[in-house]
């Protein structure tokens, strides 16, 4: 078996490692989504101290628990659960593969090529799985009015269709695409931790099994340091992305929704749900990067 076709296996895993952490954190996800979720067509926009109050998960959590009950909290785990996996094997195919035609390009195993990998796989994987995210977070925005029933998965998939058509499906892809800086960020200093650890000198004096643990612990801190420096740079775009993808807002561009939020809330409220969606965002990335380091180990390992 040779490296490529290790490569190429590796490719199939992602979507497996990517799952396990997605239904015990989708609770923080639809924390997170409501936080920046402000705007009400009839109520005045809120003050700072309020937009300030709005972002804290637990002020979250419990305004989600007491108008709409327990299970709102696991709204819209549909179609994320039908998203993640291919999503992150699309994602890590596209970065193997863009990685190997970089190598040849640029300095191999440089920065400049894990920032060109990163954004190139991040552009194909929002531009495939955007429809299925617009789904999730539209369901996880939705609210009881007047006594309505909420929507399933393929229920909130055709009214997206029949009001506004499949333009409605790719809402957000501008800040998908302007988020694609969050990857970038990451995988620059993940590749980078990654590299100091593999030289440390710690790293070379450990044998067998202490030596395996150490690096999947050390690359787990990498992955959570790394997601957590990213994610407080780009989050700014996640508020712009939810507030996109509101029905019937008066959200409709990126620059516009920009703007919009600056001149009524203020520059804290692109931070608003940032807590929430660290503390989902650091543990998931942590998992799933150590679990892909882990597998392709294994399949190295047996290869040889």
Same mark, same amino acid.
């Given at each position: ?5 290790t490569?190429? *296996? #590796? ?17 923080r996800?639809q ?5 920046p =979720?402000?705007?009400?067509a009839h109520a005045p ?14 002020? $979250?959590?419990q305004?989600i628990? @007491?108008?709409?009950?327990p *299970? ?8 994320n659960?039908?998203?993640?996996a291919p999503?992150r094997?699309v994602?890590?195919?596209? +970065?193997?593969?863009?990685?190997e035609?970089?190598?040849g ?6 920065? #400049? ?5 990163a954004g ?5 994987t929002n531009?495939?799985?955007?429809p ?5 977070t539209?369901?996880q925005?939705?609210? *009881?009015v ?6 399933n998965t393929?229920q ?6 029949q009001?506004?058509g499949i333009?409605g499906? +790719?809402?957000?892809l #501008?800040a998908?695409?302007?988020g694609i800086? @969050?990857t970038?960020i990451c995988?620059a200093i ?5 590299k ?5 000198p710690?790293?070379?004096?450990t044998n067998?099994?202490? *030596?395996?643990?150490t690096?999947f612990?050390g690359?787990? $801190?990498?992955a ?11 989050y700014p775009h996640?508020v712009?992305?939810?507030r996109?993808? @509101? ?8 620059v ?8 009524e @809330?203020?520059?804290?409220?692109f931070y ?15 998992i799933?990067l150590?679990? +892909? ?7 190295? =390992?047996?290869a040889q």
């Amino acid at each position: 078996m040779n490296s490529a076709h290790t490569a190429r *296996k #590796t490719t199939r895993f992602p979507k497996w490692s990517g799952e396990r952490p997605c239904p015990l954190l989708h609770p923080r996800e639809q924390r997170r989504n409501f936080c920046p =979720d402000a705007s009400k067509a009839h109520a005045p926009p809120p003050s700072k101290s309020q937009s300030y109050l709005r972002g804290l998960p637990n002020a $979250a959590r419990q305004s989600i628990l @007491e108008k709409e009950g327990p *299970k709102s909290l696991f709204r819209g785990l549909g179609p994320n659960l039908v998203g993640v996996a291919p999503s992150r094997a699309v994602y890590f195919a596209c +970065y193997s593969k863009a990685k190997e035609q970089f190598n040849g390009i640029f300095v191999p195993n440089s920065n #400049t090529v894990h920032i060109f990998s990163a954004g190139s796989a991040a552009f194909v994987t929002n531009s495939l799985m955007n429809p299925i995210w617009m789904v999730k977070t539209r369901m996880q925005l939705e609210r *009881k009015v007047r006594g309505s029933k909420q929507m399933n998965t393929l229920q909130c998939a055709r009214y997206v269709y029949q009001t506004e058509g499949i333009r409605g499906f +790719y809402r957000g892809l #501008t800040a998908s695409c302007a988020g694609i800086s @969050e990857t970038i960020i990451c995988f620059a200093i993940y590749e980078s931790l990654k590299k100091y650890l593999k030289e440390a000198p710690l790293a070379s004096s450990t044998n067998g099994t202490e *030596k395996n643990s150490t690096n999947f612990f050390g690359l787990m $801190a990498a992955a959570a340091l790394s997601e957590g420096c990213a994610s407080c740079v780009a989050y700014p775009h996640e508020v712009i992305r939810t507030r996109l993808r @509101e029905e019937g807002t008066k959200y409709k561009s990126f620059v516009q929704t920009a703007r919009l939020v600056f001149r009524e @809330e203020g520059y804290l409220a692109f931070y608003r749900g940032l807590f929430a969606q660290l503390i989902r965002q650091i543990p998931n990335t942590a998992i799933v990067l150590s679990t +892909y380091e882990l597998i392709v180990y294994l399949l190295e =390992d047996h290869a040889q």
